[in-house]
């Protein structure tokens, strides 16, 4: 190893192991990826765990998420202020959730929180509404948006509230064909 | 760091979501502390003999407390900073929900004054009381961080929680708890603890030992499934850390006596081939190529076209381990052990074709020095035991044919039942818009252009998903469509029937060439057949598109179809090619009965000639290669096969580098001096063809199942091609292709593709199973040479090579009388799977059914529920209305108001039953929506005019029934 300077001891390595679904390799890129988005405020050197974080307006520069409509939500739902500035564990717990190996469950969870934009724990018509608008670029009238959501709203909420649960949006995405292959990033 | 994580944990079931699983955790984490406490009062327990070294060990403590080590201090600085910006966020939230919860109860308070609803009112007042404990609760921890009397109190509460642990411990000072919070100290603990430990288990009852075991094991399991958790990675990882403290520490206490060490020993066992196993996942993960290839592939265009790559190198590695059973357990050992070239006739070149054996277009065509190496079935000796190792040539070359194909059988079936576990029952349509609105986006797309082009489509999907609900059927001429299909599948067969035809004409006439010897014929006439495969293969499915579009079926289905006949073409040209082949076989056997004939012809006057000359005859020796030999229609048909793999590699790059490459050159460079766009317009650049190339491959790898028995090189062949063909496509495919414009689902036909491996596996299988079981394999080459079929290998091993007991057993269990009834047995068991997957499939439907109707009870029954509140209200207003009527008797003002009020209300209702009607549930139609509609009018009627009494709450739920009843 000898000049080479160290980014993580081993047992920060076995911890993030043991904590996602990454190879200590994966760990390793990952916190190069984190690096380049801002040389200057994160250090080489991880191994006595500094306080930082990047704020949202550099994380979804990343190629990765550069053309995800949600980008911002994904970043805020996997800060810990809730305001979009991710530390590294917040970087890597991202990515780890994301990743193909993760179960349906875990990704449900996330992808919930992520179409939940004003944080009710409800994905509500407004929510449904602003995911529309991302989702097609504000290129459908105001009525077929309307008329989607509703109809969005009648086929997935069960218990009738008009609007979704965790266990509405649960449910109606465990039956999704493309859920598992659209819904993940590869770094 | 219990306390902070149960507190993190409760302030996610307030703050975040109340998921089930969080609760789960909640509760399992709550366990856990249990669990620490009670261990912890073990600890007590066992150390009560030591009060006096614990006393020393606090007074240690104390002292460290005041002069720490510099480092230390600072660590511990940051921990309580920390610790402190917890509380202080946990005070933050306590006090906003105390706020909010006085809020709603104000609020509540407000509205239900008049209506004296006592049960809600009771409710809430629950629920503050709820709330009030919690915090209360909340705040005693906080306390108790600290504060060590509270800590007793709380240690109390346990106590009482679980009484079944009668034992009293007075001293029960939980002071590990403070030292736990701080790992500085734990680590300075850690010795101390390490010799409590080893006087602890003597003390330990059997059934503290079962719990103790039972806390490690949680605590483990905690461990395995902390990746799968929706924490915070902080929450993750100081979880993470407590929890292996907590088993390093207890682990050690397990066990008594002589099991203890064996315990040990077991954890280290573990614990290290976990290690390994991690090693050996981070090793196979580096093994795995092409991935920021295909990553960067699937960031320009989506998961569909990376699905294609994906699957190239799933292929490439099922090859890799075909060629790595035929390399090592067929092709070495006979390179290595067998017989040297020259030294018999089967592997030698015969002298008439010795002159050009060398040329390079006779290698090109696998003849020559190619055809008498171990590339081909031919050059391999009937010898039953070669080399110094005695390896069993021919049993191994039989067995490595049979556990190739078995091999391919296994991986393609384990694969398709994973998908299909993996990919979620999609049958059902019920979930389309939802589905579209939160799976449509692929959030591997980092492609600007792809993003436009998925944006558009997903844009055109909404819209006609809205225009199908609008106007389901709208067919404008049903008739001319109708004909324009029939003629379209009509042109589809002719083009089927016309591209057999030829394969089987020129087929034939390749036979007539072979038999007048190649050499007096051109290139093209020679490689004929390939060609002609080949350019069919091209061809055809660009016609197939043309005809589809007089179709007009809707692009997913227009696929389905064009996958279909691209299937049946490339299926009708390899069983049209088999079936020429069977007749050359044919052909080539009553060649062989003459050969042979000759040649005892010949030896016998070899050896009447080499008698009349010399008398001392048995030494003569005549070369190798002037022995008269068969014809060999094995070495045949592996020899076609790898002409067909040839050119059709070669076909498919030169398409590739002809219909992409030269295309997107030139239309790149002839755009600045052309009167139109040509990159927008007519030529443009070409798409990436996802299914036709994905078919493709299925067929290439068809013909190597097929062909590979008798040519054993075809599955190293193969390797390179798709190794070439990987890095050529990803580049031709980055460099000169354009994103899709309709972007299709890849995973919905992901098991379609592997069904269609399936099929091609299974019918490829067929005739290399038909050959070898039928056809006598030929006298003088190959390994099975001079048996009568190529399978009594396996009796000859077994009679030779295992004791005499084993053939029996083998005889016996091989005779049909026990044979049938084992296959009948099978067929029962399928059958019995069968029927229950069926019911199954029947339960699982009724269960939807269930809870469809489940579903709209529940809708109907919070639609009540408005409308009884609605009621209420108004009630509670009337009966305000009146008690101010007879208070004030100012009727005039008041009535007033009640009348704008009740528009109000008329509106509100026509409203929102306006809403219900406009979108009526699809599953139900036209009587649910009269259901819906039903009570509306009614309930509005009483609410209107039989406004006085109770009337109208009793009544109403009845009305409301009466068209749910009918319904069912």
């Known amino acids: 190893m000898g000049n080479k300077q160290t980014t993580f001891t081993d047992e920060q390595l076995e911890a993030f192991q043991d904590c996602t679904f990454f190879t200590r390799?994966?760990?390793?890129?990952?916190?190069?990826?984190?690096?380049?988005?801002?040389?200057?405020?994160?250090?080489?050197?991880?191994?006595?765990?500094?306080?930082?974080?990047?704020?949202?307006?550099?994380?979804?520069?990343?190629?990765?998420?550069?053309?995800?409509?949600?980008?911002?939500?994904?970043?805020?739902?996997?800060?810990?202020?809730?305001?979009?500035?991710?530390?590294?564990?917040?970087?890597?717990?991202?990515?780890?959730?994301?990743?193909?190996?993760?179960?349906?469950?875990?990704?449900?969870?996330?992808?919930?929180?992520?179409?939940?934009?004003?944080?009710?724990?409800?994905?509500?018509?407004?929510?449904?509404?602003?995911?529309?608008?991302?989702?097609?670029?504000?290129?459908?009238?105001?009525?077929?948006?309307?008329?989607?959501?509703d109809k969005a709203l009648e086929e997935a909420d069960l218990d009738g509230d008009s609007k979704l649960s965790f266990s509405d949006f649960q449910n109606m995405i465990s039956k999704a064909p493309d859920f598992l292959s659209n819904f993940h990033i590869r770094i | 760091?219990?306390?902070?994580?149960?507190?993190?944990?409760?302030?996610?079931?307030?703050?975040?979501?109340?998921?089930?699983?969080?609760?789960?955790?909640?509760?399992?984490?709550?366990?856990?502390?249990?669990?620490?406490?009670?261990?912890?009062?073990?600890?007590?327990?066992?150390?009560?003999?030591?009060?006096?070294?614990?006393?020393?060990?606090?007074?240690?403590?104390?002292?460290?407390?005041?002069?720490?080590?510099?480092?230390?201090?600072?660590?511990?600085?940051?921990?309580?900073?920390?610790?402190?910006?917890?509380?202080?966020?946990?005070?933050?939230?306590?006090?906003?929900?105390?706020?909010?919860?006085?809020?709603?109860?104000?609020?509540?308070?407000?509205?239900?004054?008049?209506?004296?609803?006592?049960?809600?009112?009771?409710r809430v007042e629950e629920e503050e009381v709820e709330v009030e404990e919690r915090l209360e609760k909340r705040?005693?921890?906080?306390?108790?961080?600290?504060?060590?009397?509270?800590?007793?109190?709380?240690?109390?509460?346990?106590?009482?929680?679980?009484?079944?642990?009668?034992?009293?411990?007075?001293?029960?000072?939980?002071?590990?708890?403070?030292?736990?919070?701080?790992?500085?100290?734990?680590?300075?603990?850690?010795?101390?603890?390490?010799?409590?430990?080893?006087?602890?288990?003597?003390?330990?009852?059997?059934?503290?030992?079962?719990?103790?075991?039972?806390?490690?094991?949680?605590r483990k399991k905690l461990i395995q499934s902390l990746r799968g958790k929706p924490w915070p990675m902080k929450k993750k990882l100081v979880t993470l850390r407590e929890s292996q403290e907590f088993v390093e520490k207890y682990e050690g206490a397990l066990g008594k006596g002589k099991g203890r060490k064996l315990y040990a020993y077991k954890v280290m066992m573990t614990k290290k081939w976990m290690k390994f196993q991690r090693d050996f996942e981070n090793f196979k993960t580096a093994c795995i190529p092409w991935e920021m290839k295909i990553k960067e592939i699937e960031s320009h265009f989506g998961s569909s076209v990376a699905s294609y790559f994906i699957f190239l190198r799933w292929m490439y590695g099922i090859n890799m381990i075909l060629f790595g059973l035929t390399f090592g357990l067929v092709m070495v050992p006979e390179a290595l052990m067998g017989r040297p070239y020259?030294?018999?006739?089967?592997?030698?070149?015969?002298?008439?074709?010795?002159?050009?054996?060398?040329?390079?277009?006779?290698?090109?065509?696998?003849?020559?020095?190619?055809?008498?190496?171990?590339?081909?079935?031919?050059?391999?000796?009937?010898?039953?035991?070669?080399?110094?190792?005695?390896?069993?040539?021919?049993?191994?070359?039989?067995?490595?044919?049979?556990?190739?194909?078995?091999?391919?059988?296994?991986?393609?079936?384990?694969?398709?039942?994973?998908?299909?576990?993996?990919?979620?029952?999609?049958?059902?349509?019920?979930?389309?818009?939802?589905?579209?609105?939160?799976?449509?986006?692929?959030?591997?797309?980092?492609?600007?252009?792809?993003?436009?082009?998925?944006?558009?489509?997903?844009?055109?999907?909404?819209?006609?998903?809205?225009?199908?609900?609008?106007?389901?059927?709208?067919?404008?001429?049903?008739?001319?469509?109708?004909?324009?299909?029939?003629?379209?599948?009509?042109?589809?067969?002719?083009?089927?029937?016309?591209?057999?035809?030829?394969?089987?004409?020129?087929?034939?006439?390749?036979?007539?060439?072979?038999?007048?010897?190649?050499?007096?014929?051109?290139?093209?006439?020679?490689?004929?057949?390939?060609?002609?495969?080949?350019?069919?293969?091209?061809?055809?499915?660009?016609?197939?598109?043309?005809?589809?579009?007089?179709?007009?079926?809707?692009?997913?289905?227009?696929?389905?179809?064009?996958?279909g006949r691209i299937f049946a073409l490339f299926l009708g040209n390899l069983y049209t090619f088999i079936i020429a082949l069977m007749d050359e076989i044919n052909l080539k056997r009553e060649e062989e009965k003459i050969v042979k004939f000759n040649i005892t012809t010949w030896e016998a006057s070899l050896y009447n000639g080499t008698i009349s000359e010399n008398s001392t005859a048995p030494s003569i020796t005549i070369n190798p290669a002037d022995v008269p030999r068969g014809p060999c229609w094995e070495t045949m048909v592996g020899q076609e096969f790898v002409r067909l793999i040839i050119s059709d590699t070669m076909t498919t790059y030169i398409t590739l580098l002809i219909g992409d490459f030269l295309r997107a050159v030139l239309v790149r460079f002839l755009n600045y001096c052309w009167c139109w766009d040509l990159e927008a317009g007519f030529p443009s650049y070409s798409e990436f063809d996802v299914s036709?190339?994905?078919?493709?491959?299925?067929?290439?790898?068809?013909?190597?199942?097929?062909?590979?028995?008798?040519?054993?090189?075809?599955?190293?062949?193969?390797?390179?091609?798709?190794?070439?063909?990987?890095?050529?496509?990803?580049?031709?495919?980055?460099?000169?292709?354009?994103?899709?414009?309709?972007?299709?689902?890849?995973?919905?036909?992901?098991?379609?593709?592997?069904?269609?491996?399936?099929?091609?596996?299974?019918?490829?299988?067929?005739?290399?199973?038909?050959?070898?079981?039928?056809?006598?394999?030929?006298?003088?080459?190959?390994?099975?040479?001079?048996?009568?079929?190529?399978?009594?290998?396996?009796?000859?091993?077994?009679?030779?090579?295992?004791?005499?007991w084993f053939s029996k057993v083998f005889s016996y269990a091989s005779n049909p009388g026990l044979v049938l009834p084992f296959i009948l047995l099978m067929v029962l068991a399928i059958y019995y799977l069968q029927s229950t997957s069926k019911s199954y499939r029947q339960a699982n439907v009724e269960l939807k059914k269930k809870l469809q109707t489940q579903n709209e009870e529940n809708k109907k029954k919070n639609k009540r529920a408005a409308l009884k509140a609605q009621m209420d209200l108004e009630e509670a207003r009337k009966a305000a209305s009146q008690a101010a009527e007879e208070q004030k008797n100012n009727n005039a003002s008041l009535q007033g108001q009640e009348a704008d009020e009740e528009e109000n209300y008329v509106s509100s209702h026509r409203l929102y039953h306006g809403k219900n009607g406009r979108n009526p549930p699809p599953m139900n139609g036209d009587r649910q929506l009269l259901a819906s509609r039903a009570p509306g009018p009614r309930t509005y009627h009483h609410g209107n005019h039989g406004a006085s009494g109770y009337l109208p709450g009793f009544s109403e739920p009845r009305m409301c029934r009466v068209p749910s009843l009918q319904r069912h």
């Open chain 2, 342 to 563: 020259g030294s018999m006739p089967r592997k030698t070149v015969p002298r008439s074709e010795e002159t050009s054996a060398m040329d390079f277009a006779v290698l090109w065509d696998f003849g020559g020095y190619a055809q008498y190496s171990v590339l081909f079935y031919g050059f391999y000796n009937n010898q039953r035991a070669i080399g110094w190792l005695k390896f069993r040539m021919p049993l191994s070359y039989f067995l490595v044919g049979v556990g190739t194909v078995a091999y391919s059988y296994m991986v393609v079936i384990r694969t398709m039942a994973r998908n299909a576990n993996e990919s979620g029952v999609g049958d059902d349509n019920s979930f389309n818009f939802s589905w579209k609105m939160f799976t449509s986006w692929d959030y591997l797309i980092g492609n600007p252009e792809t993003a436009d082009n998925k944006f558009a489509s997903i844009t055109t999907s909404f819209k006609e998903a809205i225009l199908e609900e609008q106007e389901s059927h709208k067919d404008d001429n049903i008739h001319l469509t109708r004909f324009l299909r029939v003629l379209a599948n009509f042109l589809v067969l002719c083009c089927l029937a016309g591209s057999g035809y030829l394969i089987y004409f020129v087929v034939r006439r390749s036979q007539k060439f072979a038999l007048d010897g190649l050499e007096n014929h051109t290139w093209w006439e020679r490689n004929e057949v390939n060609m002609v495969m080949s350019l069919l293969g091209m061809f055809c499915p660009m016609l197939f598109d043309v005809i589809s579009t007089l179709e007009n079926y809707h692009p997913r289905v227009a696929l389905q179809w064009q996958l």
């Open chain 1, 25 to 149: 390799k994966e760990i390793l890129r990952l916190h190069s990826r984190y690096r380049e988005l801002a040389p200057h405020l994160v250090p080489l050197d991880y191994t006595n765990n500094p306080d930082i974080r990047v704020p949202l307006a550099l994380i979804v520069t990343m190629p990765e998420l550069k053309e995800n409509p949600f980008r911002d939500r994904i970043v805020e739902t996997f800060s810990e202020d809730g305001q979009g500035n991710l530390s590294f564990n917040d970087f890597v717990d991202m990515f780890s959730a994301l990743c193909e190996t993760s179960p349906r469950e875990l990704k449900t969870i996330y992808a919930f929180k992520i179409y939940d934009f004003n944080r009710d724990n409800f994905i509500c018509k407004d929510d449904l509404q602003q995911t529309l608008t991302l989702l097609t670029k504000g290129e459908l009238t105001e009525d077929e948006v309307l008329l989607v959501c």
């Open chain 2, 1 to 122: 760091m219990p306390r902070d994580s149960l507190i993190t944990s409760e302030d996610d079931i307030d703050v975040g979501l109340d998921l089930a699983g969080e609760d789960e955790v909640f509760s399992s984490n709550e366990g856990h502390e249990r669990e620490r406490h009670r261990g912890k009062r073990r600890d007590g327990d066992g150390e009560k003999k030591k009060r006096k070294k614990r006393r020393r060990k606090g007074a240690h403590r104390a002292e460290e407390g005041e002069d720490e080590v510099q480092t230390r201090h600072e660590r511990r600085e940051r921990e309580k900073r920390r610790r402190a910006k917890n509380d202080q966020e946990a005070k933050g939230r306590e006090r906003d929900e105390e706020e909010r919860v006085q809020t709603t109860s104000g609020k509540v308070a407000k509205t239900k004054k008049n209506i004296r609803n006592e049960n809600t009112r009771r």
């Open chain 2, 139 to 218: 705040k005693k921890k906080h306390g108790s961080a600290k504060k060590e009397e509270k800590k007793e109190d709380e240690g109390k509460q346990m106590v009482k929680e679980k009484e079944r642990e009668v034992k009293k411990k007075k001293h029960k000072k939980v002071v590990e708890t403070s030292s736990e919070q701080e790992t500085s100290e734990e680590e300075d603990d850690k010795e101390e603890d390490s010799k409590d430990e080893e006087m602890r288990p003597e003390c330990l009852t059997p059934e503290e030992l079962e719990k103790l075991k039972e806390a490690v094991d949680e």
């Open chain 2, 692 to 804: 036709g190339n994905v078919l493709g491959l299925i067929f290439n790898q068809g013909m190597i199942w097929m062909g590979a028995f008798y040519a054993p090189c075809l599955p190293a062949l193969n390797v390179l091609r798709l190794h070439v063909s990987m890095y050529l496509q990803c580049w031709a495919v980055m460099c000169c292709n354009v994103p899709q414009e309709r972007v299709f689902k890849a995973s919905g036909s992901n098991n379609f593709y592997m069904a269609m491996l399936l099929v091609i596996l299974f019918l490829s299988t067929l005739p290399a199973i038909y050959t070898i079981v039928t056809i006598p394999p030929s006298f003088d080459c190959g390994p099975f040479s001079g048996k009568n079929r190529m399978f009594d290998v396996i009796h000859e091993t077994l009679e030779s090579d295992f004791p005499a």
